[in-house]
């Protein structure tokens, strides 16, 4: 444990990007102001009718769910599916030196700065699909399974635009995106599916 928390490797590149994350998340902040007249965390008019406690722990509870789903779900495809195997070793040099402290910094900061972006401020201007288009859309690679990755972040960004619209507390997207990112970063570091036998595909 304590030699993945020591690693050093890509320093640069994780303060950059964490950096570019705060700007992201001052950003959704001041348009949300600007724009909405109001914080970019609360839904104007969620379609639940919740008191504030109840909707904090709603959503919580469905981000969490959420999470757990997108993270059983991807150890099904990259074990069953050739496509998914072929997008987990394009993805896997992103995260292949990072230390555990890395991966834990660039999830929470990412998970702050994109769901106040594109759920806080985007899904109430816009609306669920179309934030979740422009979500996926923002997750460009090279690489064949490009397309791939853009459709699984669109219907990731959907099911969290679908929280927040719901229950109007952006506490479960930005849990459920920090514990997803947290979890499938270390996965990608820590396992290459050409490195052990995988079940048939189908």
């Known amino acids: 444990m304590a030699s993945r928390w020591a690693r050093t490797g ?4 994780t303060v950059q990007a964490a950096s570019g994350y705060l700007v992201l998340a001052a950003l959704a902040i001041s ?5 909405r007249d109001g914080w970019p965390w609360i839904h104007p008019s969620p379609w639940l009718a919740l008191p504030p406690l109840a909707a904090l722990l709603m959503s919580a509870l469905l981000g969490l769910t959420l999470a757990a789903g997108v993270i059983a779900t991807t150890r099904v495809a990259v074990a069953r599916f050739s ?3 072929r997008l987990h070793a394009e993805l896997r040099p992103v995260a292949r030196d990072f230390s555990l402290g890395q991966i834990l910094l660039l999830a929470g900061l990412s998970s702050l ?20 288009i ?7 690679m090279r690489g064949p399974s ?11 960004g959907a099911g969290l635009g679908a929280i927040f619209a719901a229950t109007g507390s952006l506490v479960g ?6 514990v997803v990112n947290a979890v499938n970063l270390s996965y990608l570091r820590d396992h290459d599916p050409g490195a052990v036998e995988q079940q048939p595909t189908l």
């Open 83 to 85: 496509w998914a195997r």
């Open 173 to 178: 997207p930005v849990l459920a995106h920090a």
């Open 10 to 13: 890509r320093t640069d590149a």
């Open 113 to 132: 700065g994109e769901e106040l972006l594109f759920r806080g401020l985007l899904t109430p201007l816009l609306g669920v699909l179309l934030s979740a």
């Open 134 to 140: 422009l979500f996926g859309l923002m997750h460009q």
């Open 146 to 156: 490009r397309w791939v990755w853009i459709g699984w972040a669109v219907g990731v």
């Open 31 to 35: 348009l949300g102001l600007v724009l």
